[in-house]
């Protein structure tokens, strides 16, 4: 990583005087001065405040500048889609969440993806747009951009979709998964030196790897993807594998005798909703839901329990659906997993509840992951206008 990069990567993590910032990339203080006054008039990089000293002239502080660069997100939800425009910060700028698309093709994607392009340029005109990083489910070449599959999308299937953006809107485009941008949202752009997972809860569950603070996503994409069968074959309910998915704890207590809360639960449409409808039930002392509950709360147990001891993280974030599960169910399953542990692993883990938990998480995320791949490529320079 050159200098103007590494200095760009350094500022997201959090301000700095130039000391600190010449210790951080090793670097002489004239080849740190002349990048940093580059980078002030190129928009990356502006004076932020002042460090307070005991005497002689307080030093610069300096951190990113979030006035003049623009990225895009978009998360592939299937259905629907969300994209959204955030400055180097990863403060939101824009929003917008396209209406009646439902299932999506990859033609109206790109004519989306296109106009909203237009829509950015129109609206923020002295404003550079950057980059659009792109968050999808299925199996992704993290290299290429293809989107090789994705099982429940039958059509999405060796789709250049990164290259095909990038082509049409003359902008680089990264694309990745959705529950690692997720991933990424949580803990930034730059990961400390140790090892930890998001555990996202959707559609299945997913474990999203950091090792020495980087991120693992192994040759397809999605390394950590957890198959709920295998799980279940194991013993741990062998009749109820989809426990470990949002829609399929809904629809196993609609399939119960005429469940008390069938209706709170049927008065949502989507399948997060209905899913936390039924958490919420079994808070409420509901039989058939807090059953449910409690198998889908000691197979994600044994889950996080093997996953820990095989990769011995320091940390797990519980984020996807569960971040919005209440206090006393994460517990319960803090407890299930600890069951299957070591003392010693045991003692080492912290368990938490997500802190990027809005709907534009994912969008958000790929954003800072564009944003990683960008700085750590060799080109093209960033202390110009066009750069």
Not at 3 to 27: F, K, Y
């Amino acid at each position: 990583m050159d200098t103007p990069r590494s200095i760009v990567n350094h500022l997201l993590t959090h301000p700095m005087p130039l000391a600190e910032l010449g210790a951080a990339t090793g670097v002489s203080l004239p080849t740190l001065r002349r990048a940093v006054a580059d980078l002030q008039r190129a928009g990356w990089v502006r004076i932020v405040g002042r460090v307070e000293a005991t005497g002689g002239r307080p030093a610069n502080l300096y951190g990113v500048d979030p006035a003049h660069h623009t990225l895009v997100g978009v998360h592939l939800e299937h259905p629907g889609m969300r994209l959204v425009a955030t400055d180097l910060a990863g403060e939101v700028l824009d929003e917008r969440v396209p209406e009646g698309v439902g299932s999506l093709e990859p033609d109206a994607v790109h004519a989306l993806v296109l106009d909203y392009l237009a829509a950015l340029r129109e609206r923020l005109p002295a404003r550079r747009l950057l980059g659009m990083g792109l968050a999808s489910p299925g199996f992704i070449d993290p290299q290429s951009g293809v989107v090789i599959t994705i099982g429940r999308v039958p059509n999405w299937n060796h789709l250049p979709l990164a290259q095909r953006l990038g082509d049409a809107s003359g902008l680089p485009v990264t694309i990745g998964n959705d529950v690692d941008a997720m991933a990424a949202a949580e803990f930034g752009a730059n990961g400390v030196p140790r090892s930890y997972a998001y555990v996202g809860f959707s559609e299945g569950v997913k474990f999203s790897m950091f090792l020495d603070g980087k991120a693992y996503v192994g040759p397809f994409g999605n390394a950590g993807l957890v198959d709920p069968r295998l799980l279940a074959a194991c013993g741990a309910r062998a009749a109820a594998p989809d426990l470990l998915t949002v829609h399929g704890l809904a629809d196993r207590y609609l399939e119960r005798a005429e469940p008390a809360g069938a209706r709170r639960v049927r008065a949502h449409a989507g399948a997060r909703e209905r899913f936390l409808a039924v958490l919420d039930l079994a808070e409420d002392g509901d039989r058939d839901a807090d059953e449910l509950v409690g198998w889908m709360t000691e197979m994600l147990g044994a889950q996080i329990a093997v996953f820990v001891l095989l990769l011995q993280p320091e940390l797990l974030v519980l984020g996807g659906a569960l971040a919005g599960a209440s206090d006393r169910l994460l517990a319960a399953i803090d407890a299930a997993a600890r069951r299957g542990l070591p003392t010693l692993l045991d003692n080492n883990l912290v368990l938490r509840r997500a802190r990027a938990v809005a709907p534009n998480a994912a969008a958000v995320g790929a954003t800072r992951v564009f944003l990683d791949r960008f700085l750590a490529a060799e080109a093209p320079p960033l202390s110009s206008r066009g750069g």
